[in-house]
């Protein structure tokens, strides 16, 4: 029988990211990273008039931060111990979406922190990265995890079958960020999903008919 899969997100359910970006972008361009709703380009405002940065100098500075700034970043607590734990139990893959460009910097940045896994830097939507996943491992039961809910509608759209665990690690941005309907369960400490992750593993059987999408 194949062994079970988790495909887990990286930043904010690994690793920590809006804050060691909001002190980069601070430091060393002049913005602030405030979150006061759920969007991340909103809460990018230039210190000295306190305007929103346009949409199109968000993804500069995120490569830019991603490119040189990784060594920034720090465990989410709990996250890689509970990886070890699960990894015991199941196969698991890291589905992030810092694009291909960056996918050996975040298995260099994991390996520093003793986590080993393979690692699909990947973009927009990940339904359908996840559905090949599924075809690939032939997994008898999967778990997928992120910290946004869009992600998780797009995997209950395309691979229905996943469990679907919202996490969200950060502190900073948990309370602004709403449960997604389209996640099986929202657990934003490592200690309980890690335990929800389990129990999933062990019951062994594929998740029930997705809520409406």
Request: charged share 25%.
């Amino acid at each position: 029988m194949t062994r079970p899969l988790v495909i887990t997100d990286c930043d904010e359910v690994l690793m920590h990211m809006v804050v060691p970006f909001a002190e980069w972008v601070d430091a060393e361009h002049g913005v602030l990273f405030r979150i006061e709703d759920a969007s991340f380009a909103g809460a990018l405002k230039r210190k000295e008039c306190g305007t929103p940065l346009e949409a199109a100098e968000v993804w500069p500075l995120l490569d830019g931060f991603f490119t040189s700034q990784m060594t920034r970043q720090y465990p989410i607590p709990g996250a890689l111990a509970a990886m070890a734990e699960i990894a015991k139990h199941a196969d698991i893959v890291v589905l992030t979406n810092v694009g291909p460009e960056h996918q050996q910097r975040r298995i260099d940045q994991l390996a520093e922190h003793g986590f080993h896994a393979p690692v699909i830097g990947s973009r927009g939507g990940k339904g359908e990265p996840v559905r090949r996943l599924i075809e690939q491992y032939k997994p008898s039961v999967a778990v997928f995890i992120d910290d946004l809910g869009g992600h998780h509608t797009s995997v209950a759209q395309e691979a229905p079958e996943v469990w679907r665990l919202h996490l969200v690690g950060e502190p900073a941005i948990a309370d602004k960020i709403a449960p997604s309907k389209h996640a099986h369960a929202r657990i934003d400490n490592w200690t309980e999903a890690r335990d929800w992750i389990l129990a999933r593993l062990t019951e062994n059987i594929p998740a029930p008919a997705p809520v409406t999408v």
